[in-house]
Every structure is written in C-alpha cells, then in structure tokens.
C-alpha cells in the first residue's frame, strides 16, 4: 500500500475517533427505559469482579509479546508496539503483590490513555460489557481486601453479584505505582 493513501486512512481514523471523542457527552445518559445507568468493562482478578468505567477504557487486547526494561520492577512487564504506539504493561496482579494470573489464555489487557501515553493493565480475564441501573448502586463492603481498598471507588450488586469499582485515577496517583524503576 502507498504511504500517502496509508497516511490518509490513518487521518480518517483518527478523524473519526476525535469526531467520536467530541461527542460522547451528547449520547444519551439514559436507558431506552428513561432509567439512569452506568456502563463499564468487568474484568476479574483472583475470582473477584472489578469494573472500570468504560469511557477509562480504549481498547481490550491479548496480552502481547513485549519486550522487558532492565532495572524495572517485576511487576512491569515491559513495553509492546501497539500498531506504532509504545504499550507500556503492568501485571495488575503482580503490583498488587501476588503471583500473576496462571491462566495466560484468558488474560487480557486493559488499554488506557494517560494523556496521550499508553499503559497496559494485565487482569485475569475479561467479564464483558456491563449497565448497571442507578438502584443497584451500593456502599458498603465493597472492600475484597485491605490491598485493593485505596482503588475501590464504588461499586453494584445485581443477582446477588458484587461488582466493585475500580478507579484508575487512584491507581494513577498512587506513588508506588510511579516507582516502577527498582
């Protein structure tokens, strides 16, 4: 393919992603019902189901080969190209000081964009699309463990399932997860 007309699909996609991004706030914040929700990817980690904020999410990937940065600490997983973008990966699992998923076929990675950076969240599998009605929202023992407290912003229990949420801005300003060099 010549790289003018790559260089012109690529403007279009990026067009239509920006044409997408200028717009999400006038998609209805209602169900067809007239009921508030709240939307989010449900992922798992050692059998408890977190969510996260769809709009926290670009993309969902298979954990890619990546290439390991020397003087990082383990739970950094190194750096992979994400279609000329540099994926930086951390296992989820690891950071929070336990051993990684053993199941690596249904790990998957969580892309996020931190101002214009890429990063690379590694769980243990992906529980799928997720609305959830305001009166399913609740407050209490929401915590799973004393590890996972300070990222637990929230959470839903539907069918006697607790889905608690989890915050990427406090996992972001925390200052052990900026300490990623040993």
């Known amino acids: 393919m010549p790289e003018t007309h790559m260089s012109s699909v690529?403007?279009?996609?990026?067009?239509?992603?920006?044409?997408?991004?200028?717009?999400?706030?006038?998609?209805?914040?209602?169900?067809?019902?007239?009921?508030?929700?709240?939307?989010g990817i449900g992922f798992s980690l050692n059998g408890v189901n977190y969510i996260v904020p769809i709009d926290e999410i670009v993309e969902l990937i298979p954990v890619p080969h990546t290439t390991k940065v020397p003087g990082t600490k383990s739970w950094h997983k190194g750096v992979a190209n994400l279609r000329g973008v540099l994926l930086s990966l951390v296992d989820l699992q690891e950071y929070l000081g336990r051993s990684s998923s053993r199941s690596i076929l249904k790990q998957r990675v969580l892309v996020i964009d931190q101002e214009g950076s890429y990063l690379g969240l590694v769980v243990d599998e992906i529980r799928g699309l997720h609305h959830f009605d305001e009166?399913?929202?609740?407050?209490?023992?929401?915590?799973?463990?004393?590890?996972?407290?300070?990222?637990?912003?929230?959470?839903?229990?539907?069918?006697?399932?607790?889905?608690?949420?989890?915050?990427?801005?406090?996992?972001?300003e925390s200052p052990e997860f900026h300490q990623v060099a040993v």
């Open 10 to 39: 690529v403007q279009l996609l990026d067009d239509i992603r920006q044409r997408g991004q200028d717009h999400k706030d006038s998609l209805p914040q209602r169900d067809v019902r007239g009921e508030a929700f709240w939307s």
């Open 135 to 172: 009166d399913e929202q609740v407050e209490a023992d929401l915590t799973a463990d004393a590890v996972l407290a300070p990222y637990i912003i929230g959470g839903f229990e539907r069918d006697g399932e607790l889905w608690r949420i989890f915050g990427i801005k406090e996992l972001f």
